[in-house]
């Protein structure tokens, strides 16, 4: 192949942090204790939809090692939308509840204390008046004129420039589609999962002496998390001192930004450091789960394999409010019509909020969910048009120096390359035309390796 | 009733980086008095192995050994931004960022040691520590002693500053046009397995790919996250829902005595080649491969269960209730 | 509550420590005794990473109520090896990249002990029966699986 050999790049050298993790002696953020440390726990909406009429706290204030409850009106921005540093708006999602609840499980408030078994126990005892309304669940409901609103804004959907779906549009799908000697259809659907990593979520903060905080998180991002921590405590990114770097799994789950902020606050309002350490149950029905996700794909397909035209309609499920889904919903339709030339392409591809805990980005955002479905479709194809599950992909595979519906010229591609590779792994000897086949084979342009 | 075999295949790409770019990473790098070189950085290491492959980049670029490299990860105060460890951008972003930086650093070092050995810097040499000139490599000197000379002699800075930013892509509204990566990675994974028509269980017996990540800096840790990904994706095709009822909430999952994941009693034979095309913009080529490898075993399952009993199950996770429900309504169709 | 002193052999050493009398032995080794090494990854018995030995048998630290530890002996991850002086086993999880973000390490290391101090030469079949309390979101077990078969292989030479 000719790639140039190097020196230490391209050994497997052993592990800078092994030794530490196979003897325990990493240390991450739950090993972080400090003298006269508090312990927060959250109390959380029982129910999935709800107007809240009433948070009483007495009880859980009054109970013997209660150092504190943080309530909504503690929190200086209660606004927690996360991709604000992108331009994702409107505001939807608050740090504490105190207006509405939209999932069962969304933070109302955070009790404070001397051990961690307190925390929960008086958490226990704050006395919720929500008046419960019927939650919307189904994303085809959602998007129906029959479904109650959810988002102050006037739908169940994330407008994009003005539409309540994002766009892909190249050549002319409605046309193609008349020509094609097949048309062939197929539904996709995933249920929501969880990342669980085995170290949950968990965050301590300790108010130092000239004003600042440091917080030990297990964040994927640690300057995403401090800017965002800041806003929300309105106080300038530099009282923060982040420190982290080292996370016992992570697979997307840990980029929420959602222990940090409050567990600053209730440092801040006690003086003491805080630890808030999530529960294995908080992490499968609180965290953000990967998006369910319901794609239809409607291909136009040529006696000889070639796919001339692809639909796709897919509908994401954000659950109660955006985190990370409006930026997915978007990966996510640029990788719908998968990694093959197909000269007309119409994809629409929506975000529909939902009363469901919210989902948010998990290890292949987005192009997960499309490449499950763009390869399920590829042997639905061959299997309808009596071809070789190995031929229709390569025939249609892209090459570079062609046009992606992004309209982003191909570069980089080795699809074809992994085909064949595949095929001599288990031993199947692919016909000589497909063999003879390759990346760099259109037009002779785009490829810089032959 | 019986046990079916099936074949299955997916071949799928995966972009690097985040979508649409406007994902920055920075590095800075220090040399130490006694020529120990610091990367300092605000990445997170998933135990992916970032901090490892990193200290090989900086090791390579810079010349130097791969012990005389510490790389500091993880505090906001002593580096300077991450855009954080996600959308299988670390190894390229960061990489590149600390190319850069190395690039800056190893130029102030030779420029000490231009002096030193008076020497144009142009002319010489720095491998593996070691500095000589070029053609004449009885006059050599080291990093050892040029960083002290920098430090205590001529009162110069040994350091590095280092950045990578793809340039954020507009997306046209009505036609979806954008630049959506920096490159693309590639893989084909082939899935063999077992379905009981009785029982509705699919046993996945043989998982088998080809990855084509641009260049391996860690060819170990590629495998690590290959193997990785293979039973991650095994799971996420046959196991995983917080929803078993989905959209419906009931049976929500709140302990992995539900929430079903692989124990080592459930993986397949699991085997893969790694090709090596070094794409265009990665640190000495590498694409993102973190991420992919959880996405070609899922519908290489679902195809190779449709190989074994013609049935199309595509509503994730594919669960022994559904096979059996498919099996049926097929069976009630043909009669 | 009132509390209660339990006393118990831990890593070779007697030790007693002031509990509250409903306090898991996780809590204990962690939160009281401030060993680190043994991790907190559920607290429901599911994913073993609080994995130890109370009298070499593997135990879920997080499910045995730490009075119970009473007059026991209790090893962690930190009695069987610390740098320079590994356990073998501790060696080969690090040569065979066995952990990637090491939050299930202590545990399984733990269990394999457990299988490996009972029976030394396990097939790989019998190893990875011992490890199925044990989960790893990161490694797809295969490079755990290859570590421990390394030492059963070395334990075979010796």
Redesign the interface.
């Known amino acids: 192949m000719g790639v140039k050999q190097l020196g230490i790049v391209g050994q ?1 050298v ?2 800078r ?12 953020v ?2 972080v ?1 400090y003298t006269g440390m508090l312990w927060l726990k959250m109390v959380r909406s029982p129910i999935s939809r709800g107007i809240i009429h009433g948070i009483d706290a007495s009880k859980a204030e009054a109970f013997p090692g209660v150092v504190a409850v943080v309530t909504a009106k503690d929190v200086p921005n209660n606004w927690y939308t996360i991709l604000c540093l992108i331009g994702v708006e409107p505001n939807d999602e608050p740090v504490l509840a105190h207006e509405e609840v939209m999932y069962m499980g969304e933070p109302i408030c955070a009790i404070v204390a001397e051990t961690e ?1 307190i925390a929960a126990e008086a958490a226990a005892l704050v006395k919720l008046d929500i008046e419960e309304l019927p939650p919307v669940l189904d994303m085809e409901f959602a998007i129906s004129p029959d479904a109650p609103v959810i988002k102050k804004w006037g739908n169940n959907t994330f407008m994009y420039d003005g539409y309540n779906h994002r766009k892909l549009r190249f050549g002319d799908f409605e046309k193609a589609i008349q020509q094609a000697d097949h048309v062939i259809e197929g539904d996709y659907s995933l249920s929501p999962i969880e ?6 979520h968990c965050c301590v903060v300790k108010p130092e002496p000239d004003g600042r905080l440091t917080v030990h998180s297990n964040t994927q991002a640690l300057y995403f998390t401090m800017d965002n921590t800041a806003i929300i405590l309105q106080v300038p990114s530099q009282r923060l001192h982040m420190i982290g770097g080292t ?5 997307g789950g840990k980029v929420d930004v959602i222990t940090e902020p409050i567990t600053c606050i209730a440092a801040m309002k006690t003086g003491r450091p805080v630890k808030w ?1 999530w ?3 908080e992490e499968m029905r609180k965290s953000s789960t990967r998006a369910g996700v319901k794609m239809h794909y409607t291909d136009g397909v040529m006696n000889d394999g070639r796919i001339i035209a692809r639909k796709v309609r897919s509908l994401e499920d954000a659950g109660a409010y955006h985190r990370h889904s409006p930026y997915g919903v978007q990966k996510h339709m640029a990788n719908l019509p998968g990694p093959y030339t197909i000269p007309n392409v119409w994809v629409d591809a929506y975000c529909v909020y939902t009363n469901r805990q919210p989902s948010s980005a998990m290890r292949g955002f987005g192009v997960t969910e499309a490449t499950f479905a763009v390869e399920c479709q590829m042997e639905r194809i061959a299997r309808t048009i009596g071809m070789d599950s190995w031929e229709i992909r390569l025939i249609n595979a892209y090459r570079n120096g062609q046009m992606r519906p992004v309209r982003k010229v191909v570069e980089d591609a080795t699809l074809i390359e992994t085909i064949q590779a595949a095929a001599e792994l288990i031993g199947y000897e692919l016909p000589a035309h497909l063999k003879a086949m390759s990346s760099d084979d259109y037009g002779g342009k785009g490829g810089h390796h032959g | 009733m019986a046990k079916h075999y099936g074949r299955g295949i997916a071949a799928v790409n995966y972009p690097t980086g985040m979508n649409l770019g406007g994902d920055p990473t920075q590095a800075l790098i220090f040399c130490q008095p006694t020529g120990g070189f610091s990367v300092k950085l605000a990445s997170t290491d ?4 970032l901090k490892t492959v990193i200290a090989q980049i900086a090791a390579e670029a810079l010349g130097v050994p791969f012990d005389s490299v510490i790389v500091d990860t993880g505090d906001t105060d002593s580096a300077p931004h991450c855009m954080g460890t996600f959308a299988s951008r670390a190894t390229h972003r960061v990489g590149n960022a600390v190319i850069m930086a190395a690039n800056e650093a190893r130029k102030a070092l030779l420029d000490v040691a231009a002096e030193e050995m008076e020497a144009a810097p142009e002319d010489l040499v720095l491998e593996n520590g070691e500095i000589y000139v070029k053609g004449a490599p009885e006059r050599k000197t080291n990093v050892f002693n040029v960083a002290l000379a920098a430090h205590f002699k001529h009162g110069k800075t040994i350091s590095g500053r280092g950045i990578y930013l793809k340039q954020k892509s507009g997306l046209d509204p009505e036609t979806g046009a954008c630049d959506p990566d920096s490159t693309e990675a590639h893989a084909t994974t082939v899935a063999e397995v077992e379905v009981d028509d009785e029982t509705g269980e699919v046993k996945v017996l043989r998982l088998a790919s080809a990855y084509e990540v641009g260049r391996q800096i860690n060819p ?2 590629v ?2 996250q290959i ?6 994706g095994m799971s996420h095709a046959l196991m995983e829902t917080v929803f078993p009822y989905y959209p419906a909430l009931d049976h929500h999952t709140y ?3 539900e929430y079903i ?5 459930d ?1 397949p034979e ?1 085997e893969s080649v790694v090709l090596e095309y070094p794409s265009s913009n990665g640190p000495y080529g590498v694409k993102g491969v973190g991420e992919m490898t959880a996405n070609s075993p899922i519908p290489a399952i679902v195809n190779a269960i449709y190989d074994a009993v013609g049935v199309w199950v595509t509503d994730l996770p594919v669960t022994p209730e559904k096979v059996l429900r498919a099996l049926e309504e097929r069976s009630l169709e043909t009669h | 509550m009132e509390s209660i002193t339990v006393t118990f052999k831990l890593n070779g050493k007697t030790t007693a420590v002031a509990i ?1 009398p409903l306090e898991s032995l996780r809590t204990v080794l ?2 009281h005794l ?1 060993l ?9 018995g ?2 073993g ?1 609080c994995t130890v030995l109370v009298n070499d048998e593997p135990v879920l630290s997080c499910l045995m109520l730490a009075a119970l530890a009473d007059g026991q002996e209790v090893t ?3 009695g069987i ?3 320079p002086h ?1 356990h073998p086993l ?2 080969a ?3 065979r ?10 545990g399984m ?1 733990m269990a394999a002990k457990a299988l490996l101090d009972k029976n030394p030469h396990p097939t790989r079949a019998e ?3 011992a ?15 290859d570590a421990i078969e390394d030492v059963v292989t070395q334990m075979q030479e010796a």
Do not use: W
Request: proline content about 3%.
């Open positions: 497997s052993k592990r942090d092994g030794i530490g993790h196979v003897t325990g002696q990493t240390q991450y739950d090993d204790f078994a990342h669980a990593p085995i170290e949950t996370v016992g799994g992570g697979f350490r529960t294995r149950e | 998933l135990g992916q192995g170990e840790m495998k690590g193997v990785s990904g293979a039973v991650m302990s992995f005595g994941i692989p124990t080592a009693l993986i699991i | 509250e962690r939160e401030h680190h090494a043994t991790k907190a990854g559920c607290g429901q599911g994913c990473s962690t991850l930190e090896g610390t740098p590994m501790q060696t999880f690090f040569d990249f066995a952990a990637q973000c090491g939050y299930c390490s202590p290391i190893i990875a029966e490890l199925a309390g044990n989960l790893c979101r990161c490694t797809g077990y295969v490079a755990i699986l």
